[in-house]
């Protein structure tokens, strides 16, 4: 018994001297939280133009049944309405600056009294199945609604009309962000592991010695960490095939530009990260972690397209949004403008500048931490 009470006091003293041990613990839930809380714990209004041109009032009573409609997962409607003209909606539909529109025509209230049933025309994006099932739905709760105050016998026809022909199954466009996070993963992992190999060989350092500049010797570790992120993309490439059918081959033209900007952005981050911390340990933890979160908070399990508020505001800083729009844009055939809410040479830009906000400071402190001028 006092073998164990002081093996206990010994390890409980050499934690509170080292708690890093438990760091893992807190740091990787709490952001874990935040990022799920940020892209799925807040429910947001879809919204939606509504076009009112009935000459009669069963177009506002549908409006007010519509929109009226709450959602029990966030105490908040389904739908927030935009009331405006058919020239201006349309509009603001093209610019994805709304869901959908809801175009009620002038003779509704006289098809409904007149017996018959009456039609409304839905414009709704259906780039994504998980999307569009929504607008349906909810659409679909508020009609009811319209039913039960007026009457259930009567029909209410739904044109739709719809953005995309192709519908996408949220798994494929999930599936390709996977793609783009095995390349990024693999080429900083790369450059993590040899940098640190070197150093705990003791052969990092020997670059003091050169009397030349050593840049080379980290443009070629950048090539090497590119080369192995394309090995692990390649490999889920093929795994992504097997799953869902997509062939990424006859894409590559536009795939490859995104990718070597954006992994010109991470092996940079990876430089910095590994002059800058000691442990291989933490920084793999850090450097990984990063990625994953900007992963997620750049639109990889849906178009940053329905995004709004704080979510979207942080993927536009993010250069992941725009690559990752390239991407689907090649993969898929869509508009690969971030869903038409920012030019794509804005998108371009975007990226250049963060890879060179990366590469400077990355170079910088190569340069400073393993050369020694010589003379």
Same mark, same amino acid.
């Given at each position: 018994?006092?073998?164990?009470?002081a093996e206990?006091?010994?390890?409980?003293?050499?934690?509170?001297?080292?708690p890093r041990s438990?760091?893992?613990?807190?740091?990787?839930?709490t952001?874990?939280l935040?990022?799920f809380a940020?892209?799925?714990?807040? &429910?947001?209004?879809?919204?939606l133009?509504? *076009?009112n041109e009935?000459?009669?009032?069963?177009g506002?009573v549908?409006?007010r049944?519509i929109?009226?409609q709450i959602? #029990?997962?966030g105490?908040r409607?389904y739908f927030?309405?935009?009331?405006t003209?058919?020239?201006?909606a349309?509009?603001?539909?093209?610019?994805?600056?709304?869901n959908?529109v809801?175009l009620?025509?002038e003779r509704?209230?006289?098809?409904?009294?007149g017996?018959g049933? !009456?039609?409304?025309d839905? /414009? &709704?994006?259906?780039?994504?199945t998980?999307?569009a099932?929504?607008?349906r739905l909810y659409?679909a709760e508020?009609?009811?609604?319209f039913?039960?105050?007026?009457?259930?016998?009567?029909?209410?026809r739904?044109?739709? *009309?719809?953005?995309v022909e192709?519908?996408?199954p /949220?798994?494929h466009?999930?599936a390709v962000a *996977?793609f783009l996070?095995a390349?990024?993963?693999?080429?900083m992992?790369?450059?993590?592991?040899?940098?640190?190999?070197?150093?705990s060989?003791g052969?990092?350092?020997?670059y003091?010695l050169?009397?030349?500049?050593?840049?080379?010797?980290?443009?070629a570790?950048?090539t090497?960490a590119?080369l192995a992120g394309a090995?692990?993309a390649?490999?889920?490439?093929v795994?992504?095939?097997?799953?869902?059918?997509?062939?990424l081959?006859?894409?590559? #033209?536009?795939?490859?530009?995104p990718l070597l900007l954006?992994g010109?952005?991470y092996?940079?981050f990876a430089?910095?990260?590994?002059?800058? *911390?000691?442990s291989?340990?933490?920084?793999?933890v850090? !450097?990984m972690?990063?990625?994953?979160v900007i992963?997620?908070?750049?639109?990889a399990t849906a178009?940053?397209?329905y !995004?709004?508020?704080?979510l979207?505001?942080?993927?536009?800083?993010?250069?992941?949004?725009y690559?990752l729009?390239?991407?689907r844009?090649a993969?898929?055939?869509?508009?690969p403008?971030?869903?038409?809410?920012?030019g794509?040479e804005?998108? /371009?830009?975007?990226m250049?500048?963060y890879a060179?906000? !990366?590469?400077?400071p990355?170079?910088?402190?190569?340069?400073?931490?393993?050369?020694?001028a010589?003379?």
């Open positions: 018994m006092r073998v164990f009470a206990l006091r010994k390890l409980l003293l050499r934690l509170r001297a080292d438990l760091m893992a613990g807190i740091i990787a839930p952001v874990i935040i990022v940020i892209t799925f714990g807040d &429910f947001t209004s879809l919204k133009a509504y *076009v009935d000459r009669g009032t069963q506002a549908l409006e049944s929109f009226r959602s #029990p997962l105490d409607p927030e309405e935009i009331r003209d058919r020239e201006t349309l509009e603001l539909y093209r610019q994805g600056r709304v959908g809801i009620v025509g509704f209230s006289a098809e409904i009294e017996g049933d !009456a039609g409304i839905y /414009w &709704f994006n259906n780039y994504n998980d999307v099932k929504n607008l659409l508020g009609i009811l609604d039913y039960r105050e007026t009457d259930p016998a009567l029909q209410i739904v044109e739709e *009309v719809q953005n192709t519908q996408l /949220w798994f466009i999930i *996977v996070l390349f990024l993963l693999g080429a992992f790369d450059m993590l592991y040899l940098l640190y190999g070197e150093k060989d052969t990092l350092y020997e003091r050169s009397p030349g500049g050593i840049w080379t010797s980290l443009l570790r950048m090497v590119l090995v692990t390649g490999v889920n490439a795994l992504l095939y097997a799953v869902t059918g997509i062939s081959t006859a894409c590559l #033209p536009g795939l490859i530009p954006l010109i952005t092996v940079c430089v910095i990260v590994a002059l800058l *911390v000691s291989f340990s933490g920084a793999a850090f !450097a972690a990063s990625a994953v992963w997620f908070l750049s639109g178009s940053i397209k !995004a709004t508020g704080v979207r505001a942080i993927a536009l800083a993010l250069p992941n949004t690559g729009s390239q991407i844009g993969v898929f055939h869509t508009d403008s971030v869903g038409g809410i920012l794509a804005t998108g /371009w830009l975007v250049l500048a060179l906000a !990366a590469a400077v990355a170079f910088y402190l190569y340069g400073k931490k393993l050369s020694r010589v003379g």
